[in-house]
């Protein structure tokens, strides 16, 4: 798997240059390793972001204080 800081800088150079105004992102996965950096990076570029989520009810309820970002089942 890839370091988060990877992910994230992927992620960022995909955004760079996107006027971020009123978007809203769904990252499907986002409870857990490339879908957490995906989600901050997203939340850091200005996109209002939901996370749903499965199987993984652990990880989902510790998402938000770790994050700041909802979640949703």
């Known amino acids: 798997m890839l370091p988060r800081c990877a992910v994230k800088a992927m992620v960022a150079s995909v ?3 996107v006027e971020m105004v009123d978007r809203v992102a769904l990252v499907t996965g986002g409870t ?3 879908g957490v950096a995906s989600a ?3 939340l850091a570029a200005g996109y ?4 749903p ?3 993984n009810q652990a990880a989902a309820h510790s ?4 994050t700041g ?3 949703f089942s």
């Open 63 to 66: 998402f938000p204080g770790r």
């Open 53 to 55: 989520f499965g199987a």
């Open 32 to 34: 857990s390793g490339i």
């Open 48 to 51: 209002r972001v939901a996370v």
């Open 15 to 17: 955004l760079g240059g």
């Open 69 to 71: 970002i909802p979640f």
């Open 40 to 42: 901050e990076v997203l």
